[in-house]
Nanobody, 125 residues
């Protein structure tokens, strides 16, 4: 059974930091693009950051570039998102996703094959 499990969400004040982790199992982890998406109340789900299968290419949404850092460990089968200088507009449910290809370098929702259950991030002003 293929599975992605997120952890590390929580509540923080603006300017603070959080680290999200996602552990994958049941699929060929190092053959998949991995990504974080987020969805705020009343808004569409959006991509936050994507890693290529071997971690050589990381891409970020403009809204988080320079503040968030993505990393992956294919041995431990983990994907980590370090979020610094958090803003209230970063408040959302964050989802980990995996897809077998991401030709643009940014995994799209249609390309994602597996999804985690989500972890909530709340940033207060």
């Amino acid at each position: 059974q293929s599975e992605l499990v997120e952890s590390g969400g929580g509540s923080v004040q603006a300017g603070g930091s959080l680290r999200l982790s996602c552990e994958g199992s049941g699929f060929s982890y190092d053959g998949y693009c991995l990504a974080w998406f987020r969805q705020a109340p009343g808004k569409e789900r959006e991509g936050v950051a994507t890693s290529s299968p071997l971690g050589g290419l990381m891409s970020y949404a403009d809204s988080v570039a320079g503040r968030f850092t993505l990393s992956r460990d294919n041995i431990k089968r983990t994907l980590t998102l370090l979020m610094n200088t958090l803003r209230p507009e970063d408040t959302a449910m964050y989802y980990c996703a995996a897809g077998p290809y991401c030709p643009t370098g940014r995994l799209t929702q249609n390309e994602a094959r597996y999804w985690g259950q989500g972890t909530q991030v709340t940033v207060s002003s």
